[in-house]
């Protein structure tokens, strides 16, 4: 499994073909395919306060999947400074530094943000995904990375 600004890459490992799991597919379908991959959701919560509106959340130990109306509709992945298994398709995840994650991918960082350095690939295109690095550094580290609708308070 990889994550993608669309939902989630799902990869066979036999073959290398892959499928996405784009957002909006259903709960039930979505669980499934993710338990597959990291085992069954440890818990599930909710937040009725999100700026987007209700939502709820399965946990699967660092990988945190977000439902509305029992649609998934975004990922969150974050590990402090611990290297994660889960990456993009182009490498990028957990621990990897910001001058790494430029040889891979362009991004922006959001100069308004008040939660830390963040950034955003792709623009204003959809597909892209977010995150925070642990400084302005160059060798700054990915603490946190997430795509479609978040329940971030800013």
């Known amino acids: ?32 395919a993710i338990a597959k991959q990291l085992g069954a959701a440890a818990n599930r919560s909710s937040n009725e306060e999100c700026g987007a509106g209700p939502m709820e ?22 590990d402090g400074d611990k290297k994660a298994a889960l990456t993009t398709m182009s490498g990028v995840g957990i621990g990897m530094t910001r001058s790494e994650m430029a040889e891979s991918v362009a991004f922006d960082i959001y100069e308004d943000s008040t939660i830390g350095t963040e950034f955003q690939t792709g623009g204003d295109e959809p597909g892209g995904f977010s995150g925070l690095f642990d400084s302005d550094a160059p060798d700054a580290r990915i603490t946190d990375l997430w795509a479609g609708t978040n329940c971030i308070f800013r």
């Open 1 to 32: 499994m990889a994550l993608d600004g669309e939902g989630l890459r799902l990869v066979n490992s036999e073959t290398g073909s892959t499928r996405l799991l784009p957002f909006g597919t259903n709960r039930t379908t979505t669980e499934t």
């Open 57 to 78: 959340f399965s946990v699967f130990g660092n990988f945190i999947a977000n439902f509305q109306d029992d649609l998934f509709v975004g990922w969150d992945l974050r």
